[in-house]
């Protein structure tokens, strides 16, 4: 069992400041966030096949990619080729192994029991959702994680 958090893209300006260093090249963030976070959701439109060897390049060889989506562009498959055994899969709305956690929707608690919840599927997406996600909630979430003994 598995469960791995993530938010839908890495590049949200809320960040900078709180997440990233005021000073950081937008072109690095991505390698920032890889740095304490190995799961990231790609937001639809911005796979471009001719950039996926710098994201794999950038990130660690634990880092999986998602792709927002359902995979029927050739563009989101192409992608997904390239990413190779780092692609996780399309973000599909009514897959049974991923869930989504909007930002507010309630305490520590019914995270821990959202999470637990997860952990009955072999590996499971569980996407952080807000405008954007905060940085805190990922790493509530990945603690709770760690605490219970998933693997992540």
Known sequence: MAVRIAPIGWDHPAWVGNFYPD???????LAFFCNEFDTVVVPRGLGDPAVVAGWL???????????????????????????????????VADDPAVARWREGQ????ALRAE???????????????????????????RAIIELLGIAS
């Open 115 to 141: 999470i637990e919840r997860l952990a009955a599927w072999p590996e499971t997406l569980l996407v952080i959702e807000g405008d954007p996600p905060t940085i805190a909630t990922l790493r509530a979430a």
């Open 23 to 29: 000073d950081l090249p937008p072109e690095w963030r």
């Open 106 to 109: 309630g305490d520590l608690r």
């Open 57 to 91: 390049a950038e990130c660690g060889a634990r880092t999986r990619f998602y792709l927002e989506g359902d995979g029927t562009q050739p563009q989101a498959r192409e992608v997904a080729r390239r990413l190779g055994d780092r692609f996780g899969g399309f973000l």
